[in-house]
């Protein structure tokens, strides 16, 4: 542990998770401007001197387990720490042992039994079947006469984004399927899902805003590298309807898509921890995490500068391949944008930026998990 990185006057501290990780890096960027009285730690047993370079100020938590990590967060009572729920697993090993949370460890996070429900699809898609605001669901067994003209899609219960889904045109494909994944009505491309956001105590929605994929890699639907803030009033009100109905607390994203047929806005999935584009919403005024954290201290929430048209671009390695395409009529995108912010570089300054982008070049781990999205059986 570096004591020399840990002082008094920054007693609260966000557990933020893997240096590599592009939501850390993201949220440590703004936050540390935004918020600068608020501390980091990140949990590893100790940092590497890269992570100090892209980290400056943030201390080494070790957390191995969930164990760990409180008694890491109990040995430091001069802090309040406040967790950041960036992977699912880890959130359901933390629910299991709250019972024995020390006191400055702050989460705002659901039920045991309601996070079970959520982060299942089939439960989800089971929960909200009779309701209308999921799409229908289906079996291996099913019938030609009842598949769905437009196909089914079928992922894993639990599993990481995009990894594991296939799409189905008819019954045949269907007996590869694990016994176990879900099989939900295939409503359009993918490209066109629209995130809702949500930060909830008890059932009360008290954040919420937008977004929709602008772009995607590839463009018939993968990873999201471009999106922009959108309000549906539609997905709005049956995104509280769901969240109340899980009593939920703490940070959830539902994804919509809308029915081919009637057009309505259906919740393919909820995604029960930090997502990807977190640094849209905190960039765009709403302040998701930002009203996250101040729950979990019990302070007031700041108001901030809404920014409608605010837009969320990944510009290495996806914009550069965008402008690529067509480099002569988007060389233009090269160029910083107005109400624009940027995957792994805003507020990080360019020798911050190039030295994450750089350290993921040659991070195996990270290339496994892109190509398991990309490149996955359709």
């Given at each position: ?7 008094d006057s920054q ?47 943030a201390f080494a ?266 480099p002569f009529k ?49």
């Amino acid at each position: 542990m570096d004591k020399t990185k840990e002082n008094d006057s920054q007693n609260v501290v966000l557990i933020l998770g893997p240096s590599d990780d592009r939501r850390c890096f993201d949220l440590f960027n703004w936050f540390r401007k935004k918020q600068p009285q608020w501390g980091f730690a990140l949990t590893k047993s100790r940092l590497s001197i890269p992570e100090r370079l892209l980290y400056p100020g943030a201390f080494a938590l070790p957390a191995a387990s969930a164990q760990q990590l409180l008694q890491s967060v109990a040995s430091r009572p001069q802090f309040t720490f406040v967790y950041l729920p960036f992977f699912e697993d880890d959130i359901a090993a933390l629910l299991s042992i709250k019972p024995h949370w020390p006191q400055n460890f702050k989460a705002l996070l659901p039920a045991f039994e309601d996070f079970e429900t959520a982060r299942d699809k089939y439960s989800f898609t089971t929960r909200f079947q009779a309701t209308g605001h999921v799409p229908a669901m289906f079996d291996k067994s099913v019938s030609a006469s009842d598949f769905p003209a437009g196909g089914v899609v079928s992922k894993p219960r639990r599993g990481r984004g995009a990894i594991g889904m296939r799409f189905h045109d008819d019954v045949a494909t269907l007996a590869k399927v694990p016994d176990e994944d879900v099989i939900q009505e295939k409503l359009g491309d993918g490209r066109s899902v629209t995130g809702a956001f949500f930060c909830c105590t008890g059932g009360r929605v008290v954040a919420h805003h937008q977004h929709r994929r602008l772009r995607t890699y590839p463009s018939t639907g993968g990873v999201s590298v471009s999106a922009g803030i959108v309000h549906l009033p539609g997905i709005a009100a049956r995104g509280e309807a769901i969240m109340k109905a899980l009593h939920w607390e703490g940070l959830a994203m539902l994804e919509f898509l809308p029915h081919p047929v009637t057009g309505e806005q259906l919740a393919i999935e909820c995604n029960t921890r930090l997502w990807g584009s977190c640094l849209l919403g905190e960039f765009a005024g709403y302040g998701i995490v930002e009203t996250y954290v101040c729950l979990c201290l019990g302070i007031p929430v700041p108001e901030n500068k809404i920014k409608e048209n605010a837009r969320l671009v990944w510009y290495v390695p996806y914009q550069l391949l965008y402008v690529l395409q067509h480099p002569f009529k988007r060389f233009g995108s090269l160029f910083p944008e107005k109400n624009t912010a940027y995957i792994s570089a805003t507020g990080a300054g360019v020798f911050r930026a190039s030295l994450f982008i750089l350290n993921n070049v040659f991070n195996a781990r990270k290339w496994r998990i892109l190509f398991q999205k990309v490149f996955r059986k359709k």
